[in-house]
């Protein structure tokens, strides 16, 4: 079954831990992507990753970090440096340079913060 | 900056009648713009997407306009269906290949 996992789905942290979100395709896409979804903002670009082994800076990378070790994986690391970690985060994953257009999305992780 | 506006935030229309969301840009240099939809608890999936280089796309009851001089795109949902209830996002793509998204609408259906 073809698609785009992310785990897991609902994540509890409290103040000054990190935690890592994991996401796996087997689309076979060269690019994946991190958003953040908070009400009434639409999607925001934390990281994106067009081949293996680099990566870019979107938006809000402020307080996230990433690899890109696998082509199959995009695990994205929530540090104790983000002021505001409680959201909703989206991983997807396309064709590089976004030759396809298209995006496919995971289901989503809840990191709440207590 | 670059970014996109989506508008209205909440859009309630009765079964049956026609629903539209629009979408202005600031980057001239856009030449793609999908359309996804999400419903509750589910991921966003593309509906529609049109490039810089036509006017209008039509699938079945959905339908996407651009106006490149004007920097809008818009989403026409006709014979609207309860179905139909979700969260509409807008994007645009900008010169480095990523994409920057509108807010979101809210689509309600009425019975």
């Known amino acids: 079954d073809g698609g785009i996992t992310q785990s897991p789905k609902y994540l509890f942290r409290k103040e000054g831990q990190n935690v890592t979100l994991s996401c796996e395709q087997n689309?076979?896409?060269?690019?994946m992507y991190w958003y953040r979804q908070d009400p009434g903002q639409g999607l925001r670009l934390i990281y994106y990753?067009?081949?293996?082994?680099?990566?870019q800076k979107g938006d809000i990378a402020e307080g996230y970090s990433v690899s890109r070790e696998k082509k199959e994986s995009f695990p994205l690391t929530v540090t104790s440096a983000q002021k505001n970690p409680t959201a909703f985060y989206l991983c997807?994953?396309?064709?590089?340079?976004?030759?396809?257009?298209?995006?496919?999305f995971g289901e989503g992780s809840r990191l709440t913060v207590l | 900056g670059e970014n996109v506006e989506q508008h209205p935030s909440t859009l309630s229309v009765q079964e049956g009648d026609s629903a539209v969301i629009k979408c202005t840009y600031s980057?001239?240099?856009?030449?793609?713009f999908p359309w996804y939809k999400q419903e509750l608890g589910k991921r966003p999936q593309l509906i529609i997407d049109?490039?810089?280089n036509v006017g209008e796309k039509k699938d079945q009851r959905i339908a996407v306009t651009l106006n490149k001089t004007a920097k809008h795109f818009s989403l026409h949902i006709t014979e609207t269906q309860p179905e139909d209830s979700a969260v509409y996002f807008c994007?645009?793509?900008?010169?480095?290949?990523?994409?920057?998204w509108g807010a979101g609408t809210k689509l309600i259906i009425k019975p």
């Open positions: 997807a994953s396309g064709g590089a340079w976004g030759d396809t257009g298209e995006l496919f």
């Open positions: 689309l076979n896409h060269d690019a």
């Open positions: 990753s067009q081949i293996v082994n680099d990566f």
């Open positions: 980057d001239s240099a856009s030449n793609y």
């Open positions: 049109i490039r810089s």
């Open positions: 994007a645009a793509r900008r010169s480095n290949y990523q994409l920057i």
